[in-house]
């Protein structure tokens, strides 16, 4: 099956610096890719929606200037925390939409990120 | 606004017993409604799901009816095993909603053994 990959799995950093978040479909392409947010045993947040070659369309109330998104191919988005601070903290989970499918998205494993 | 709605958790079961998650939605035209499951430290997995009312989606004994006339889209399963102990994701999406997924909140199950 389809098969979405993120990296790193966790990441630790302090408050001030940035990270980045790579998010790949390894065995198919993917027009499409989305960026969640998931906070302690809550549901995800939709954050943006990657479009390749294009600019992501960022959710209501989600700093574009501050979560950075890049698709600069079918197969690689990558979500860069700018300047990040312990409120960032969460996990991160990325889907990718196969570009012959109508609906059916794939959920990356989810990047935990720890500000401190 | 379209939207998810799960019965709240945690449950608790007992290994083998019947489990019924229930979930039910509000949007306009025909989405396409799944369930995703989270393992504890990891990302969602695509359980089962069902693109058009009637249709049923089933997978690892899992199953769900797809409703159009309650809006509903119930998980069940006859014999819950320890190891299904995980948050459950009732979701929809669709051409007519940008293809983006939209989840109901997650119901935690445990189940002892």
């Known amino acids: 099956g389809a098969v979405v990959s993120q990296h790193p799995s966790w990441v630790i950093c302090k408050s001030g610096t940035s990270v980045k978040i790579e998010c790949r479909s390894l065995d198919f392409q993917a027009t499409t890719m989305f960026w969640y947010r998931q906070f302690p045993k809550q549901s995800l947040m939709l954050m943006a929606t990657s479009n390749e070659g294009s600019k992501a369309t960022y959710e209501q109330g989600v700093e574009k200037d501050k979560f950075l998104i890049n698709h600069a191919s079918l197969t690689l988005s990558t979500l860069t925390v700018t300047s990040a601070h312990p409120e960032d903290s969460s996990f991160y989970i990325c889907?990718?939409?196969?570009?012959?499918?109508?609906?059916?998205?794939?959920f990356g494993p989810g990047t935990r990120l720890t500000v401190l | 606004g379209n939207s998810v709605t799960q019965m709240e958790g945690p449950v608790t079961l007992s290994e083998e017993a019947f489990l019924t998650i229930n979930c039910t939605y509000t949007a306009t035209g025909y989405p396409s409604l799944f369930w995703y499951v989270q393992y504890p430290g990891e990302g969602l997995q695509l359980l089962l799901k069902?693109?058009?009312?009637?249709d049923k989606g089933s997978n690892k004994g899992f199953e769900a009816t797809y409703r159009k006339e309650t809006t509903s889209f119930h998980l069940e399963k006859g014999s819950v095993q320890v190891s299904d102990s995980a948050v459950y994701f009732c979701?929809?999406?669709?051409?007519?909603?940008?293809?983006?997924?939209?989840f109901g909140p997650g119901t935690r199950l445990s189940v002892l053994p």
């Open positions: 979701a929809l999406s669709g051409f007519d909603y940008g293809q983006n997924f939209v």
């Open positions: 069902a693109t058009k009312a009637d």
């Open positions: 889907s990718a939409r196969q570009t012959t499918s109508t609906d059916t998205q794939y």
